[in-house]
């Protein structure tokens, strides 16, 4: 069995804590055009690996509804629907999709293949999921066309979203040995 049997209350308290965990990590930004640097991909993919998929969903998606209210917990202490209608709100809906997606296959795999190689098909599955739909709202709002807004908001992220999957998939191994999760 993949996720340890724990109470709602344990699972709705950590999916808590990977909202304002996903919200602390967005608050610093750092500016690359019309996408910024942020650590939120770590935390997004953490989600989907220690999470089962609605707590996973649930917890981005509280995360996106608080900044929807307006709370300042976009990137850069951004906040409102202008945000996730803006050219990087893709990128915030994507993670709800790839967090949902990507705890999904790392549920169906664990008894399948090494709890490692489960981990690393759920990560690319939240980067993957994500860089698509942030790719195509950025080409749509700004009105670039896919190979620009592929350059711009894409490549760029591409070795430092390796990095953080890479750190995703050492701290939920650790977490399990430690039987934290």
Do not use: C, N
Request: no cysteine; glycine share 12%.
């Amino acid at each position: 069995m993949l996720h340890v049997v724990r109470s709602r209350t344990h699972t709705l308290v950590v999916s808590a804590l990977f909202a304002a965990l996903i919200a602390a990590s967005a608050l610093i930004a750092i500016p690359v055009g019309e996408v910024p640097f942020t650590l939120q991909t770590l935390l997004v993919a953490l989600a989907a690996l220690i999470l089962p998929p609605a707590a996973a969903a649930g917890a981005v998606g509280t995360y996106i509804l608080a900044g929807a209210v307006g709370l300042p917990v976009f990137a850069g202490g951004k906040a409102g629907l202008v945000v996730l209608a803006g050219p990087t709100g893709g990128f915030l809906l994507g993670f709800a999709g790839g967090a949902w997606l990507g705890s999904l296959l790392r549920t169906v795999l664990a008894d399948h293949v090494r709890p490692m190689a489960a981990d690393i098909v759920a990560v690319i599955t939240v980067v993957v999921i994500t860089y698509l739909a942030g790719w195509a709202q950025l080409a749509f709002v700004t009105g670039m066309d896919a190979r620009a807004a592929l350059v711009a908001g894409v490549l760029p992220f591409l070795l430092v979203d390796a990095l953080k999957g890479a750190g995703a998939v050492v701290v939920a191994g650790t977490l399990r040995r430690a039987r934290l999760v």
